[in-house]
């Protein structure tokens, strides 16, 4: 799903949760102008806002330069659940 121009409201955010399987869905967060973790207090209040959202997810880095293949790194807000049988 892409969305453009501006910030994701709440309604588009769900639905691309929701299309992604749901909020336990491993998600790829790349961040862009519209998606701005500045338009939040500090990191903590970004963290905070999705580890309530989303129990998986990565993020790209993006503020370094790049030394390693090894680009994404994880950010796990709460233990996964293994897959039930």
Known sequence: MLHGGG???EDVFDRFVELAGGNDAPIV???????R?????N?????EVMRSRLSSWVAL????????FQFLYPIHPR???PPSS
């Open 7 to 9: 910030r994701i409201s």
């Open 29 to 35: 967060l790349v961040p862009s102008a519209g998606w």
């Open 37 to 41: 973790p500045s338009d939040y207090p």
């Open 43 to 47: 990191e903590g209040a970004f963290l």
């Open 61 to 68: 880095a993006t503020s370094k330069r790049i030394k390693r």
């Open 79 to 81: 233990p996964r659940s």
